[in-house]
């Protein structure tokens, strides 16, 4: 029931938050806080890798949808990495899986930025 | 489970307890046989129906009540005085003017849920009534 | 949690929802920042108390009740309705003549929790009440 | 929520019940029919691998002190298979780790039987 978060630099333009656990009202504004602060330090493509995340509700997304909107204003975009079916299905449902790029691997996700 | 089968679970309105709920419901689910791809579905949307009744009830009162009731191949979740009833028209999808809370929110239960109503409840608030199915396969 | 934070569950007395009330406290301990073995502990003590309610309790009425309390770095469990008046003494260790019920189930519930004790409830049976402090490392 | 058994020879005179799941007054029941079954059909020397056994209650116990009170009456033995700690922790409260043998593998279980 908690949220474990760390963030590295993929490279100069990129950098990655891995997000381990559950992402729900209680949680979520922990990720707020981590995609806002890298953004306000200047990074505009960000990738977001839910890998280990077993659960996320509508704040979560709001939050992702939240960080999208602000970076695409600097020509930026927010990449996930998640291939759990259960998360998956919750992108397609909210039609989400239009507006994120959502990829199996890192490495396929940091293609798509090339 | 049967009528007397009916299980309850209160909660503070507050965000650090929704996961309780969760986890609450997804055992009763579990009881109940459900796939776990539907335990899933459950578990979401409880959770955003606490998260929906943390948003919109704060003037009603510091508890969730959560009301589980299973029987005729479907479980049955009420969740009492989730909004304030002035909130019907905007829930029932006739947005009115004036930003919308957790649309996001309302549109997963619908999604995950096979019923979904609202109705009057006993604290002058309204409750939030959603049914799930249980697929055979 | 403080004193407005209590979490009430009602179940069936029946033998398939003691893991409902299980996963329930489990989440309830976890939220509280338990250590992984104290959850597991609390989980356990919770489940013989429901398993005890149901050898018990069959004339006290169709569910059990449980109240949980945090606070004081401590989480405070209420079994309402446990066991009827009749049991404080064999409850209390003197044992009597007859056989014990569910001896291990009560001895696990004192090993694992640090308060255990009955009291007269407002049903006119007895009510389980036991605690588990936080241990801080 | 559930409990898996499945039963198999280990030899002659032994046989394996291995259960995965969770043994509680819901489930112990099954158990406990398990057990008996292989009783009555002549089996003395059992042992239960719990090592998929994530949580077992005082009515499992009570299954197993149960099976090994009437192997005994037949100089029978109950061995378990158990490496969970929590598990562990149950049967050292109890005292029951000084009636039962408990192995880390069914290999041990079957040398102590020799
Ligand atoms: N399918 C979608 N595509 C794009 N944006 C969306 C989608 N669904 C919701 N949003 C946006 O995501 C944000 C958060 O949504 P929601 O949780 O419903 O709102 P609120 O924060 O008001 O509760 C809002 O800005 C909303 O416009
Ligand atoms: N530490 C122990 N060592 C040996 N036998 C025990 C121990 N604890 C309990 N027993 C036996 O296990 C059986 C089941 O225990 P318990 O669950 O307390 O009884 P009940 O089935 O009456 O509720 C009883 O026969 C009891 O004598």
């Known amino acids: ?114 | 489970m049967t009528g007397s089968d009916s299980i309850e679970l209160a909660i503070p309105r507050r965000a650090e307890y929704v996961a309780v709920a969760r986890l609450s419901v997804a055992a009763i689910a579990g009881r109940l046989r459900f796939s776990i791809e539907d335990v899933e579905d459950v578990k979401l949307a409880v959770a955003e129906a606490c998260t929906g009744a943390i948003a919109r009830g704060s003037q009603l009162g510091g508890r969730i009540e959560l009301l589980f009731e299973g029987g005729d191949e479907a479980l049955h979740v009420r969740v009492v005085a989730f909004a304030p009833l002035s909130d019907l028209q905007e829930l029932r999808g006739d947005h009115g003017q004036g930003p919308r809370i957790g649309a996001l929110g309302s549109y997963l239960i619908r999604a995950l849920m096979d019923e979904v109503r609202y109705e009057k409840g006993s604290h002058g608030a309204l409750d939030l009534i959603m049914s799930k199915r249980q697929q055979f396969v």
Chains 1, 4 share one sequence.
């Open chain 1, 1 to 114: 029931m908690e949220i474990k978060i760390s963030i590295r630099k993929a490279n100069d333009a990129t950098s990655v938050i891995e997000l381990v656990g559950e992402i729900d009202v209680y949680t979520s504004p922990k990720v707020k806080d981590a995609v806002s602060g890298l953004i306000d330090s200047g990074i505009y493509n960000i990738i977001i890798d839910l890998a280990q995340v077993k659960y996320i509700d509508s704040t979560g997304l709001g939050v992702l949808i939240g960080g999208l909107k602000r970076v695409r204003e600097h020509g930026g975009s927010v990449h996930l990495i998640c291939n759990n079916p259960q998360i998956r299905k919750i992108f397609d449902i909210t039609g989400l899986v239009k507006i994120f790029g959502i990829f199996d691997t890192e490495e396929a996700a940091l293609r798509a930025l090339k």
